[in-house]
Structures are given as structure tokens and as C-alpha cells.
């Protein structure tokens, strides 16, 4: 076959199996790291007065930041407007091939364009460059060629241009797609930090993940409330006690007043010791066997908290009380572990 056509086949990596050792391997993916570790370390020279000002676009737009680039480009715009997103600053990905086919009606005079290009000549971005001049929008451009047409088009221009791609061909865009990320990430968290955004914040836009229970989920939310609460009077005796804890099946039962304001509590663990003696306890006076000033928390208190509570005390079950001390509910450790803490 000659030369010319073999060029036009696609790669077939089944036929073209070579072999290298173990050291050639990690060898070559030291130097990909190390490559795009200096790509990195070189965008800290260009963290100047053009990223402040990209910034400050950001944080003067009242409407949301659309993401725009092609190929590697915009895989890593889609991240970053992801990423934005999450940290504060609403933010979405338009593909740029489908905005010129009526996806740059979801632009609005009130948004700010973040427009991503290697060569910053990307046809798809060049072809919608003047319906984006026309909306008068301003256009936030990351590129790694400063001279470059999109550049030059910008109202603010981030260089992330690299010295080398890791890639060994020079091809495979790899330094350069890591630097334009990190740069991504830099604004994200600048702008994260200008706008005080909490971890609670965050949060709220990730409910559905661990740290969103983390930090959303309360005491009051998984807690046993009404009727469910276990809980008799100072009068009851024990076997009155014990039919409680069976019945709400918690591991304890409160011990309440007339106003039922939490006095105290009974366990599995007190009953276990009651058991070791050879005293019929059965009718005694729960008052007399019960634990007093024992520790007690609150229904706003985050479930995190309170299971870090329940470890470093070794309990397993907690009264929760308002603040005039009357009983609201109790949570148990199986409570938290049906709600995803343990």
C-alpha cells in the first residue's frame, strides 16, 4: 500500500500493540505531569490587571456567564461553567457550531460572555463574534495566542497560552486544555471569594451529595416528633418506663414533668446495669434509677453535629428540647444512619 494512502487510514491501535517497560511507562507520565505542572505554574505571571478586569466584568453582570468554545475547548468550558455555577456566579455552556443555528437567542443584554479558543482563529466563535459585538455584551476571551482575533475582540483577554503540549506529537491539546482549566478555576474561586460564598451556599446547589447532608440536613429533619417521642412521667415506675422504650423502640425513654419539660432519661444501657442486681426494680419509681443533667440538643442543630456529638460522648440517643427545655423530639444513631450519616 503506498505511503499516501496508508496516511488517509484511520488508526487502528489493535494492530500497532509495542511493548514498553514498566520504568518507560512511568517515565512518560512524569514528564506529561511535569510539562503541565510548568503550564500551571507559568499562569501565575498572568494573574495581572486583565484578570482583575475580567473579574470585575464578571461581578458587575446581572444576568449569567455563557461559556462558549469548541472540541477540547469546550469540554473545558463546560467545567468551568459548571464550576462557576456551583461557586456563586450562574453560568451555563453554549456550543458555539449551535449558536449560529439559533442558540444565541439564550444571550440577553445582561449576560457576559466567556468565550475559550487555542488558536483564538476558531471559525464557530469568529463566525458568531458580531451578533455578540451587536448585543453589546461584554466578551471575556481565554486564548493561547494573544494576538489572535478573539483576542483582540475582547473587553478582557486571559493568556493561556503553553510552551509545549504534553502530548509527545505536539498535537493532542493536553498542557494546554490544563492551563486553560486552571484558569477556569481561578476565577471561579476569586470570584467565590469576592462574593463571600459559604460552604453553605455551596451546598444549597448540592443537595443531593454527601456534603450537601453535611450542611443542609438538621436535627429536625430526621428527628421522631409527636407521638413517636418516648417519654413518661417522673410517677411512672419502671415497668412503665420499659413498656415505653419497647414501644418506641428507640433505646431510651425521657423523663418529663407535668409540663413536659425534659427532667431526664433511661437506657438500654441503664437497664443492663439495673439487671446486675438482684433487687426487683420493676416497681421501683423511675425517678429513682434514672440519669439526671444529662446532655440534651436541639432541633436546629445540624445532624452532622450531632453525631459527631454522639461519637465523642459514646451515646447512641439524645432528647431534643427547645430552649425552655421541653421535649420536641429525640434521634437515635439509627436515625442518622437511615438519613446517610454513618
Not at 446547589?205 to 428527628?223: A, N, T
Not at 425521657?254 to 433487687?279: H, S, W
Request: net charge negative; aromatic share 4%.
Amino acid at each position: 500500500m503506498n505511503t499516501a494512502v496508508r496516511n488517509l487510514m484511520p488508526f487502528n491501535p489493535h494492530k500497532s500493540k509495542r511493548h514498553a517497560s514498566p520504568k518507560a511507562l512511568k517515565d512518560m507520565a512524569n514528564a506529561v505531569l511535569e510539562t503541565e505542572a510548568s503550564a500551571i505554574n507559568a499562569l501565575k505571571s498572568r494573574i495581572d490587571q486583565a484578570f482583575v478586569e475580567a473579574c470585575q466584568i464578571v461581578l458587575a453582570c446581572n444576568g449569567r456567564i455563557v461559556v462558549t468554545g469548541m472540541g477540547k475547548s469546550g469540554h473545558i468550558g463546560g467545567k468551568i461553567a459548571a464550576t462557576l455555577a456551583s461557586t456563586g456566579t450562574p453560568a451555563f455552556f453554549v456550543h458555539p457550531g449551535e449558536a449560529s443555528h439559533g442558540d444565541l437567542g439564550m444571550i440577553t443584554y445582561k449576560d457576559v460572555v466567556l468565550a475559550i479558543s487555542n488558536s483564538g482563529e476558531t471559525d464557530e466563535l469568529l463566525t458568531i463574534l458580531p451578533i455578540i459585538q451587536r448585543l453589546d455584551v461584554p466578551l471575556v476571551a481565554m486564548t493561547g495566542n494573544p494576538n489572535s482575533t478573539l483576542a483582540a475582540s475582547a473587553t478582557a483577554h486571559l493568556d493561556v497560552s503553553v510552551e509545549k503540549e504534553a502530548c509527545p506529537l505536539g498535537l493532542a491539546p493536553t498542557a494546554s486544555t490544563t492551563a486553560t482549566l486552571a484558569m477556569g478555576d481561578a476565577l471561579a474561586v476569586a470570584l467565590l471569594e469576592t462574593r463571600g460564598f459559604t460552604a453553605e451556599d455551596f451546598a444549597h446547589s448540592h443537595p443531593g451529595g454527601s456534603l450537601g447532608r453535611r450542611l443542609l440536613v438538621r436535627v429536625s429533619d430526621i428527628m421522631h416528633t409527636g407521638n413517636h417521642i418516648p417519654m413518661v412521667s417522673l410517677d411512672a415506675s419502671v415497668s412503665e418506663a420499659l413498656l415505653e422504650m419497647t414501644k418506641k423502640n428507640l433505646g431510651f425513654t425521657n423523663i418529663v414533668d407535668e409540663a413536659q419539660t425534659f427532667i431526664g432519661m433511661f437506657t438500654d444501657g441503664d437497664l443492663r446495669r439495673l439487671l446486675e442486681d438482684p433487687v426487683d426494680f420493676r416497681n421501683m419509681n423511675i425517678r429513682d434509677v434514672m440519669k439526671k443533667n444529662c446532655m440534651t440538643i436541639h432541633a436546629d442543630l445540624l445532624a452532622a453535629q450531632a453525631l459527631e456529638i454522639m461519637q465523642n460522648h459514646k451515646f447512641n440517643s439524645f432528647p431534643v428540647v427547645d430552649d425552655n427545655k421541653k421535649i420536641v423530639g429525640a434521634i437515635n444513631m439509627h436515625d442518622l444512619l437511615r438519613a446517610g450519616f454513618v
